[in-house]
């Protein structure tokens, strides 16, 4: 009998070796479209220093998203007309229109209508640099100085480099007389950093006149010199965003002196909720999100063990989890995060309160709904009396999932490779927000990327001091852009 077991072990082992070593072998990169030839974009005549010198030119003109009403729209028109000036064979040729006030929408217009649209994504506005963060800084965060090699600014990366870099493509082309067949559109947004009405207004215009594009591009991704996984340079292309939601914990408590508190205060009823709620079962795993799609496209770099288990997630799952949850970035890739951001109670130390609050925030995984996250939370906190879960404002899903194996990604990877060669090219997710959301419904695929190298100390200063753009990342985005005009609309 022993014998037997013995002998039937032996074999599950070797199908499991069989299955294991199988599945590694099979864990690759599916190909790219073949019939993607980018053009040879190291020929474009980009003049970057003068590019460069225009950049600067925007990031003096000081477009901080206008968030009062009172706020002075006239950097907006002044970088308008700037645009118009600064432009002028592309604005001869696009046809302009204002929506929502501020956003702008050009209609490159293609010969072939038959031919969906391409459409090109980049925000006019700005954040504010905080009078406090002043000193940290260089140089004038709005003076668009060019030093080492460097234009310096508020807006270098996000987003005035790629809205210069698709003008200055565009310019490149219309200049030469190029006429493209497929339209291009092209959707430059007034205030994507304070939640983005003038994408959304623009989307609907295209809505509403029957567009369906063949794919958006926005920012949001962007060529990593690191990979955590693999140590080596990676264009990362977003293919989908997270959701944002913020759950509001409410708990009701009998007011009073807190000398012979009852068993449960209003405090000790949301601390409870918080806990449970910030503990709850949340899926995390590669697939059913764009992280399985990025280990395959890394497969060739990764080492052999990390391959094995990445490609037998179902024996190796709990030991990636494992491995995984050390690393903040790598658990917000893989599932929807939860972090209590808030807490509100109380006026005394010797009061007991009649009410406590908290929030609680969540970045939704393609994987998860709002609604589905909210149902769970509810469920796992039904048993606590006087406390309620509510969504402090409308929840944001998070997007589609764009397709890797589309004609649009294959031509965005080719000229990644292009603009980059030193880079592995993988989908990836977008962790915040970008303007690209409000597209979903009037492109077939939407992704988020500009090929700029990026280090870890130059993400640190979006949003954050002395945010730059290298002369070299801005020459990359410029050709970047024509290709893709090129490649893209005028074959
Ligand atoms: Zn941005």
């Not at 220093?49 to 990031?59: F, K, M, T, V, Y």
């Not at 007309?81 to 929506?99: D, G, I, K, S």
């Amino acid at each position: 009998m022993v014998r037997v077991i013995l002998a039937a072990m032996a074999v599950l082992v070797a199908a499991v070796t069989g299955i294991v070593g199988y599945r590694t072998y099979a864990f690759s990169a599916p190909p790219l479209l073949a019939s993607v030839t980018p053009p040879d974009i190291s020929t474009y005549a980009v003049d970057a220093e003068a590019a460069a010198a225009r950049l600067g030119a925007a990031i003096r003109i000081r477009t901080v998203s206008i968030v009062n009403e009172g706020d002075d729209p006239a950097p907006f028109a002044q970088l308008h007309a700037w645009m118009q000036q600064t432009y002028p064979a592309f604005h001869a040729a696009a046809r302009r229109e204002l929506v929502n006030t501020l956003s702008l929408l050009y209609v490159w217009e293609g010969s072939d209508p038959a031919q969906p649209p391409m459409l090109l994504l980049a925000h006019q506005d700005v954040v504010p640099v905080p009078d406090e963060t002043r000193g940290a800084w260089s140089d004038d965060p709005f003076g668009g100085v060019v030093r080492d090699g460097a234009v310096w600014g508020r807006g270098a990366i996000d987003d005035k480099g790629s809205l210069v870099a698709i003008l200055e493509a565009a310019e490149l082309l219309a200049a030469q007389g190029r006429r493209p067949t497929r339209t291009i559109l092209f959707a430059f947004g007034h205030d994507e950093e304070i939640g983005g009405e003038g994408a959304q207004a623009m989307a609907q215009v295209l809505a509403d006149r029957g567009v369906r594009a063949w794919f958006a591009i926005d920012e949001g991704l962007a060529i990593i010199d690191r990979h955590p996984l693999t140590g080596r340079p990676t264009a990362l292309i977003g293919i989908a965003e997270k959701g944002f939601a913020t759950l509001r914990v409410s708990a009701v408590g009998r007011p009073g002196h807190s000398s012979m508190p009852p068993p449960e205060t209003a405090v000790s009823l949301v601390a409870e909720a918080v806990d449970r709620v910030h503990s709850m079962r949340i899926e995390r795993q590669l697939g059913g999100g764009p992280a399985h799609a990025m280990m395959r496209a890394l497969a060739p770099e990764l080492s052999l063990t990390t391959r094995a288990a990445v490609a037998n997630e179902w024996l190796f799952g709990p030991a990636l989890q494992q491995r995984f949850a050390q690393d903040p970035a790598a658990m917000a890739l893989i599932g929807t995060t939860v972090a209590p951001t808030m807490m509100n109670a109380g006026v005394r130390p010797n009061v007991l309160p009649g009410e406590a609050t908290a929030m609680i925030n969540f970045r939704l995984h393609p994987r998860d709904t709002a609604a589905d996250i909210l149902a769970r939370a509810r469920a796992g906190i039904a048993d606590i009396e006087g406390v309620t879960l509510d969504w402090a404002e409308p929840p944001r899903e998070a997007s589609a999932t764009s397709s890797v194996t589309s004609s649009s990604y294959a031509l965005i990877a080719a000229l990644s490779e292009a603009s980059y060669g030193e880079a592995a090219v993988a989908p990836g997710l977008v962790l915040g927000g970008t303007d690209s959301r409000h597209y979903g419904s009037v492109a077939e695929n939407v992704y988020r990327f500009a090929p700029m190298v990026l280090s870890s100390d130059d993400l640190e200063t979006i949003h954050g001091n002395n945010e730059r753009v290298s002369v070299e990342n801005l020459e990359r985005l410029i050709r970047f852009y024509a290709g893709l005009m090129e490649a893209g609309a005028m074959q």
